[in-house]
T-cell receptor, first 115, second 116 residues
């Protein structure tokens, strides 16, 4: 059973426009959410995170929104740049004692930003 | 430079031939983990280690072994590889999770394994 879901396997956006990547989760015990970015032939790299006590976290062009009642989070990239083209993974974790330091990952969304 | 290293990066082997993928981190992290990435399945945890000599199973541990004799190293061992273990493997490390806050994990570059 997939506890973290990214229902869009791919997304194509024009340079300069907004990219919105979505993620849904089913486990109400999750209290920390992260986004990772992955380029081909490289490991995932941390992008941005949000705690469940917040509904928004912003870092430069990247903003993550959390809607706890809907069990939904989204990553907004504004403006999108060609270098943002990568696979984006959503991940979640639960607090102690439910947590075993484990991140539960979604299946990823491939973002392509074209000129 | 803070990093997680894995070796080898690419490996083609045959069914049943034991292999080890090494993982090393230089950030003095307590927590280390192995994941495999497969199309349509995302990243799934194989094994993890909370500290030296403390390891436990993740979601897909069958066919794998690990050891944590030193803080910096966390090798992944396939005693008898099978074709269904063909995958992209990632090692990751992080500071120990506190009771109220998780820490982001740092990933190695990946090892692409093909078992024929």
């Amino acid at each position: 059973d997939q506890q973290v879901k990214q229902n869009s396997p791919s997304l194509s956006v024009q340079e300069g426009r907004i990219s919105i990547l979505n993620c849904d989760y089913t486990n109400s015990m999750f209290d920390y959410f992260l986004w990772y970015k992955k380029y081909p032939a490289e490991g995932p790299t941390f992008l941005i995170s949000i705690s469940s006590i917040k509904d928004k976290n912003e870092d430069g062009r990247f903003t993550v929104f959390l809607n706890k009642s809907a069990k939904h989070l989204s990553l907004h990239i504004v403006p999108s740049q060609p270098g943002d083209s990568a696979v984006y993974f959503c991940a979640a974790s639960a607090p102690f004692p439910y947590n075993t330091d484990k991140l539960i990952f979604g299946t990823g969304t491939r973002l392509q930003v074209f000129p | 430079e803070a990093q997680v290293t894995q070796n080898p990066r690419y490996l083609i082997t045959v069914t049943g031939k034991k292999l080890t993928v090494t993982c090393s981190q230089n950030m003095n992290h307590e927590y280390m983990s192995w994941y495999r990435q497969d199309p349509g399945l995302g990243l799934r945890q194989i094994y993890y280690s909370m500290n030296v000599e403390v390891t436990d199973k993740g979601d897909v541990p069958e066919g794998y072994k690990v050891s944590r004799k030193e803080k910096r190293n966390f090798p992944l061992i396939l005693e008898s590889p099978s074709p269904n273990q063909t995958s992209l493997y990632f090692c990751a490390s992080s500071l120990r999770t506190s009771e109220s806050q998780s820490y982001e994990q740092y990933f190695g570059p990946g090892t692409r394994l093909t078992v024929t």
